[in-house]
């Protein structure tokens, strides 16, 4: 489930290069990630869906930001010739 979201999340950032998203380049749109909920709606259970996906974006967000300020690479635990 958290694949796609972080695929998104990351494919919606703005390239520092060319200043775009990398949806907006090629798909024309960047698609939302949730849906607007400025009107309530009746539906229960579509907005606790809603609040678990806004949920997880915050989780993406916060992983793929870890990820990019870790200042040492992951340790490589594979030896040369080793077959993995």
């Known amino acids: 489930m958290m694949l796609p979201l972080t695929t998104l999340v990351h494919n919606n950032a703005q ?3 060319t200043g ?3 949806n ?3 798909n024309g ?8 909920q400025s009107v ?3 539906n229960l ?8 996906l806004r ?7 916060m992983a793929l930001n870890n990820a990019t300020n870790s200042k040492s690479p992951a340790a490589n ?4 010739g080793q077959k993995v």
């Open 20 to 22: 775009l998203a990398l």
């Open 45 to 52: 259970t579509a907005e606790f869906r809603v609040d678990q």
């Open 15 to 17: 390239n520092v290069t």
């Open 29 to 36: 749109l960047e698609p939302t990630i949730t849906p607007d």
């Open 40 to 42: 309530s709606s009746n």
């Open 77 to 80: 635990v594979f030896k040369h």
């Open 55 to 61: 949920q997880q974006r915050k989780q993406a967000m």
């Open 24 to 26: 907006q380049l090629l």
